[in-house]
């Protein structure tokens, strides 16, 4: 079945950085675009980047836009967020999801897989 495991969160101070890491099974993980969503407390989800199949094209929100970049290996099967000069208003927990489009990789921005979350919390 389809498993997207996300590690590499924790507890950073403003202005520091941390890449997150989404390992991929059950599915052919470079046929489909992916994406990093997060979720700050009492907020709603927030869509912060995706990526097309081959890693050749990427979207990012202008929240993150020049810190944090989104890339991909898929001789790994593994997605990952590089984040860099950190806000607190970054904390959140952040889910990779899988596009649920067609399997030419292409980015639908239609999710229809999420992994558990991990959480990062950006505090002095």
């Known amino acids: 079945q389809v498993q997207l495991v996300e590690s590499g969160g924790g507890l950073v101070q403003p202005g520091g950085s941390l890449r997150l890491s989404c390992a991929a099974s059950g599915f052919t993980f470079g046929s489909y675009s992916h994406a990093w969503v997060r979720q700050a407390p009492g907020k709603g989800l927030e869509w912060v980047s995706d990526?097309?199949?081959?890693?050749?094209?990427?979207y990012v929100a202008d929240s993150v836009k020049g810190r944090f970049t989104i890339s991909r290996d898929n001789g790994k099967n593994t997605l990952y967020l590089q984040m860099n000069d950190l806000k607190p208003e970054d904390t959140a927990v952040y889910f990779c999801a899988k596009d649920g489009g067609d399997q030419y990789g292409r980015s639908y921005f239609e999710y229809d897989y999420w992994g558990q979350g991990t959480q990062v919390t950006v505090s002095s």
């Open positions: 990526i097309d199949g081959e890693g050749g094209r990427t």
